[in-house]
């Protein structure tokens, strides 16, 4: 596997990982008065390119191993990342945390490969929140909090480039991810949504090939409208009498078929979160562990936008 090299500006460059595969990630690199990388699950050979720099700054999109696999190997660079994400970066166990064994009662920690990949947890040295401008000299850009994916998932905005790096808001086919512990579907929407208003003119994202500077508002809402989608199949669900959460996952609506075991937990998950927005949207109401639509509530008749 190898990156493709991509200069955005005379300091602002693209380092593209294999498109959607994972544990690889797209890595923005600024090379400034100080030196700095977005992200760091990158190819060997981007890898080996990066240490021949001396890099000043780590930005954390996110908690996620695959957008910080390489954290330890820049020990002089300092790490940032949006405090609601911050313990997870530095702590094992917080990290397993969030897979969300508690809730369904499996080891779900035995799906991670952390240790066949070496992964190292290093503690971020400081925290950075939605608004904050980054100067890194000549090269000055925004934190965008755009939380769903994680709870402190964090895009940028560089003004100057007419860019919005959106970093797991992916515009996968496969539609948003949200299927651990720690996911908000509603957050999603709202962060999704945000992007859309900014009316970028140049679209980078984690994993997509880019940049993307064409039909940018078109993909978008189609990426999140893949939610609404689901959020219909799962009332189609409870309407045919599918009324708990595990009967609801059986229906195949987001994943299609689990070719690997934790991808029904992952469904779980996301399921979880669609019926959760459903009641308070006042579509959906609890008995015990068991949904109801309110009367009224047909798929026939649901704007779910």
């Not at 008065?33 to 930005?59: F, M, P, Q």
Request: hydrophobic letters at 35%.
């Amino acid at each position: 596997m190898k990156s493709e090299l991509k200069k955005l500006s005379r300091r602002v460059s693209l380092l593209e990982a294999p498109e959607y595969h994972f544990p690889y990630c797209n890595t923005i690199l600024i090379e400034d008065d100080a030196c700095c990388i977005i992200d760091t699950s990158v190819t060997e050979d981007a890898l080996h390119y990066l240490r021949s720099k001396h890099i000043d700054l780590i930005i954390s999109t996110h908690y996620h191993v695959d957008h910080n696999r390489y954290n330890s190997h820049f020990p002089q660079a300092k790490i940032m990342a949006h405090e609601a994400d911050f313990p997870y970066l530095s702590s094992r166990e917080r990290f397993i945390s969030t897979v969300g064994s508690q809730y369904v009662g499996v080891d779900l920690s035995r799906y991670l490969t952390l240790d066949q990949w070496g992964y190292e947890f290093r503690e971020p040295h400081e925290t950075m929140s939605d608004g904050r401008i980054i100067d890194l000299g000549h090269t000055r850009f925004e934190v965008l909090h755009l939380p769903g994916h994680t709870l402190g998932h964090c895009g940028f905005l560089f003004p100057d480039l007419g860019l919005v790096f959106s970093t797991d808001i992916d515009l996968d086919r496969f539609g948003p991810w949200y299927g651990n512990a720690v996911c908000n579907v509603s957050d999603f929407i709202d962060s999704i949504d945000r992007v859309i208003n900014l009316k970028p003119e140049m679209l980078i994202t984690s994993h997509a090939s880019g940049p993307i500077t064409s039909n940018i508002q078109g993909r978008l809402t189609r990426y999140r409208d893949e939610i609404y989608r689901r959020e219909q199949e799962v009332i189609n669900a409870i309407y045919r009498g599918k009324h708990t959460l595990w009967e609801i996952v059986d229906e195949n609506i987001i994943y299609r078929k689990f070719h690997e075991p934790q991808w029904r937990y992952y469904e779980w998950f996301m399921i979880k979160q669609h019926v959760l927005r459903l009641i308070d949207l006042g579509k959906v109401f609890a008995d015990s562990d068991r949904y109801y639509l309110y009367d009224g509530v047909r798929p026939s008749n649901l704007n779910l936008a």
